[in-house]
């Protein structure tokens, strides 16, 4: 069964450096979504990206962040300059046209000291 | 804006038991969709079941069946014949047709042996 997949597992960086999150979703699907997951809290949506750009996003997703898909399979989530409070599990999911369920990868747990 | 409701952090139940998980949502929208999701100690995120608004027949898959409740907005998951392997986080989340996920607190289920 296809699946989504995100590389790697678990990062960890010092603060105010960059970080790149790599997602391959689903191949013939063409909506995509970053959500995060600060420990013991509750999931937040952070964007949506369909057709090579950004179609919703959240207040959390400020100047820091960016998503970019570049090459026919990669998506990825791009935090320029990391703070202690980006620490969290950042999942990537994508959807088909045909439904609405998306499927989610199994995460990159960041950590930044 | 649309929010979901998880008022029971934590809940218990005997092995081979049924349990019920409550979740309420709000939303101005007529056309959405609703979903259960797993987080075991992985957290990985596993959809467990999901429901159109539009269907009035409540979803069902194996153990696991909902009780929606449109006018009431509600959307209770039960989960029969419980086993050691449904311990995990569950959160309840809406969708419209923007296909963003919002995400309620999450309510921990510990299966007793």
């Known amino acids: 069964e296809p699946e989504v997949t995100q590389t790697p597992s678990h990062q960890v960086t010092q603060m105010g450096q960059e970080v790149i999150l790599r997602c391959v979703p689903i191949s013939n699907h063409l909506y995509f979504y970053w959500y995060r997951q600060i420990l013991g809290q509750k999931v937040e949506f952070l964007v949506s990206f369909y057709n090579n750009e950004i179609s919703e996003k959240s207040e959390i997703f400020d100047d820091q962040f960016s998503v970019e898909r570049p090459d026919g399979s990669n998506f990825t989530l791009k935090i320029r300059s990391t703070k202690l409070e980006d620490s969290a599990m950042y999942f990537c999911a994508s959807t088909g046209t045909d439904s609405y369920e998306q499927y989610f990868g199994p995460g990159t747990r960041l950590t930044v000291t | 804006a649309q929010t979901v409701t998880q008022s029971q952090p934590e809940m218990s139940v005997q092995e081979a038991e049924t349990v019920t998980l409550s979740c309420t949502y709000d939303t101005s929208e007529s056309d959405y969709y609703l979903f259960w999701y797993k987080q075991p100690p992985s957290r990985q995120m596993i959809l467990v079941i999901r429901q159109e608004a539009y269907k009035q027949q409540n979803a069902t898959e194996n153990r696991f069946s909902v009780n929606f409740q449109k006018a009431a907005k509600s959307f209770s998951l039960k989960i029969s014949d419980s086993q050691l392997g449904d311990a995990a986080m569950y959160f309840c989340?809406?969708?419209?047709?923007?296909?963003?996920?919002?995400w309620g607190a999450g309510t921990k289920l510990i299966i007793k042996p």
């Open positions: 989340a809406f969708s419209d047709s923007n296909y963003q996920l919002i």
